[in-house]
């Protein structure tokens, strides 16, 4: 009995043995590593690039590019009765003479002071715009596309007399609520487009302003 026993152990061990060793390990799936991807392989499927817009800002604007050349924009006489659709095509064409009510206009978008400004039409033979009736006030309202601009009024010479640079009546005004209030006394000049009711304003005449110009 001892002996039959022997005889089956040792025929285990030898069949053991006699076994293939690479059928009890696990069989190894090449998996690609992400990170280990060359770069250089790797190919953009897309071709389109984004441009960026560039937009001029007013403020940015070198004032030695600036050139003195304004060319005049003769348009038909045909315009409604508050010079809406005037305006609207006066803006189309910047830095245009643009004829209204028997005077010329330009809105600049430079940013000068006061008196910079003034000096500035002074090279057309011109000045900053006085304005004489409602009707000029809505235009040049929508000349300078309702953002604020310097006018050509003042009363630095004596506080609340009120003149025009052009040396034109003071004979219609548009002051906003409560203006002009000569704030720390130190409000000698006039822009527009102020606030939500889009009128006039003193304040002091060494800020930067867009403005306007004006000649017969």
Not at 112 to 138: E, K, M, P, T
Not at 178 to 207: A, L
Request: charged fraction near 30%; proline fraction near 3%; glycine fraction near 4%.
């Amino acid at each position: 009995m001892k002996l039959l026993v022997l005889c089956l152990l040792f025929g285990a061990v030898l069949a053991l043995t006699r076994a293939d060793p690479s059928e009890d390990k696990p069989k190894n799936e090449k998996v690609a590593d992400p990170e280990s991807v060359d770069e250089t392989e790797q190919t953009d499927e897309t071709e389109g690039t984004e441009l960026s817009e560039e937009v001029a800002d007013p403020e940015s604007v070198d004032e030695t590019e600036q050139t003195d050349e304004t060319e005049e924009t003769e348009l038909s006489e045909a315009e409604d009765e508050d010079g809406a659709g005037r305006a609207k095509r006066c803006v189309c064409r910047a830095r245009r003479w643009c004829k209204y009510s028997g005077r010329r206009y330009v809105y600049f978008p430079y940013r000068y002071h006061w008196s910079q400004a003034q000096r500035y039409c002074l090279r057309f033979g011109a000045s900053l715009a006085s304005i004489h009736n409602s009707r000029d006030n809505h235009f040049l309202r929508l000349l300078a596309q309702k953002r604020l601009a310097w006018i050509g009024l003042f009363d630095a010479a004596n506080e609340r007399y009120w003149l025009w640079v052009n040396s034109g009546r003071y004979n219609y005004a548009n002051w906003c609520r409560g203006q002009p209030n000569n704030y720390r006394r130190s409000e000698h000049c006039v822009f527009i487009n102020w606030s939500s009711k889009k009128c006039w304003n003193d304040y002091r005449c060494s800020v930067r302003l867009p403005f306007i110009c004006m000649k017969k």
